[in-house]
């Protein structure tokens, strides 16, 4: 590591920015689709790293291997998700769903936050990677949202909930690979993290309709947001983080409700009738509108709360084992376990068996004839395939900049430039982390110990730092190409994932940029 760290440069570092300057490029100013531009990154990240950062032929045969294990491990959410879509929407229960919305309160604003902030955040509570945009992006379109807000919305809006969703796989491997143990670790974390609640709250309905929407919709997001922060915050001060996120967003479902019924008078002042008309009429119950999504809720209650349904579904494993690699440059790749995807007990089997039972259930129901299984198959396979070529560039060309050491040049080049403002840049290199490999959990492990020896050189508190690590990563997720993926293979945008980019780029600046400045004041103020 020593002779990695004294080989780096200025020169290496804008080489180690190259693929990813690339992508943002192509897909910010070209409007290039995601596969076109993530094949560009991946060939220059091949290049780069085999030329200029010393990458043999196993290092870049072994991070390919890697990357597409990482790949599947993502289109099994993305097949899954897109195959429920596809099934309930066969008979209208989502634009069925949309007018129930609707008819809980006309203000377009507090749709928005109930669905692509509340609703998006309860589901990375109780789901794993990239479920919240899948389910969410197409429940907006139908209700007449566009398609960038429609993805946009709850890419911004879950983001906040990662670090403790899902059990706090992220937040668990932070602490893993870091070795800590403080309450003060966890303790900023929620601080951060119910900041970062609201500031999410904000960016959707800045999205949405600017100043305007928010000004019309500020103490629904108040709120609403207050009470999911301070219901994480007593949980993971309570030591009990594995249900943070979960318990948060169902606080947040539940007080929605009258929230939404109380304020409802700030309804349609300029909302068009052509916005509130769904776009498709149907005649079937609410209830069986939403038993697909009920039946989602307790399959991943049931998945990852009861001990032996739990040990049952995730008995079996796809693992694949990986020898410790090291590059010319002294850069080291331990010896491990690939992405282990989990057959029976992953996020897009969960998904996989609500899409079935959900099926059944329409069938038996008299919704539509068994005839009907080979039309949704053929959409969901339209809609997939583009999606997966891009999965595949996009991925492999983030773990060869990761197994050759470019990922962490980038990071300690930003980490020497900043000198006094590194609390600054701390959450900054979480995002980073995230966005190049599509995880808050991998930035954590990638970006841990490294944040603890910056802190440690920069004299700042160190449970701080990795604080603002995690939440940095938490924000980041809204960033990364793999999750706006799936999100515009849901609403039609596929080929025009960089406008949606665009938009989640910004607001992610903005957010990564406020957390930073009150990591900096609060490590000012500790000392």
Known sequence: ????????????????????????????????????????????????????????????IHSQTKGILLTLYVLYIVWAALLLYFITDQIGAIAKIGQAIQTLTAS?????????????????????????????????????????????APAIGHSWSVTFGNMA????????V???????????????????????????????????????????????????????????????????????????????????????????????????????????????????????????????????????????KLTLEFPALSTNHGWQTPAGDGKSISIFGHAGAHLLYTALLAFLLYWYKGFYKLSAAKNILKKTAKSAIPTSLGMVSMVCFAVVMDHSGMTYTLAQGISVASSVLYPVVAVAIGSLGAFMTGSTTNSNVVFGTFQIHAAQIGNFNIPLILAAQTVGASLGSMLAPAKILIGCSTVGLGGKEGEVLKTTLKWGIYLVGIIGIIVLFINFVIG
Not at 13 to 26: F, G, K, N
Not at 169 to 176: D, G, I, N
């Open 1 to 60: 590591m020593t002779e990695f760290s004294q080989w780096t440069s200025v020169t290496q570092w804008i080489l180690a920015a190259l693929p990813i300057l690339t992508v943002l490029i192509l897909m910010t100013r070209f409007q290039w689709g995601g596969a076109r531009a993530g094949a560009a990154g991946w060939f220059i990240a091949m290049i780069v790293a085999a030329l200029f950062f010393g990458a043999e032929l196993e290092i870049l």
């Open 108 to 152: 377009r604003e507090l749709q928005l936050l109930i669905i692509g902030w509340v609703f998006a955040s309860f589901l990375q509570g109780v789901a794993g990677f990239g479920v919240p945009i899948a389910v969410v992006a197409p429940l907006l379109l139908a209700m007449r949202f566009s398609p960038l807000v429609a993805v946009a």
């Open 169 to 176: 796989t992220s937040y668990e491997a932070l602490l893993a």
């Open 178 to 316: 870091t070795g800590m143990q403080s309450a003060a670790l966890a303790q900023w974390s929620a601080f951060l993290l119910g900041i970062s609640c609201l500031l999410c709250g904000w960016a959707v309905l800045m999205v949405y309709g600017g100043w305007k929407s928010v000004r019309r919709a500020l103490w629904p997001l108040v709120i609403i947001g207050s009470v999911m922060a301070i219901t994480q915050y007593i949980l993971v001060s309570l030591s009990i983080w594995t249900i943070g996120g979960f318990t948060a967003g169902i606080f947040g479902l539940l007080v929605s409700i009258p929230v939404a019924k109380y304020f409802c008078k700030n309804t349609q002042d300029e909302t068009t009738e052509a916005e509130l008309e769904p776009e498709i009429k149907t005649d079937i119950s609410l209830f069986w509108a939403m038993s697909a999504y009920l039946i989602f809720i307790a399959v991943i209650i049931a998945a990852s709360f009861i001990a032996p349904i739990k040990e049952l579904l995730n008995h079996v």
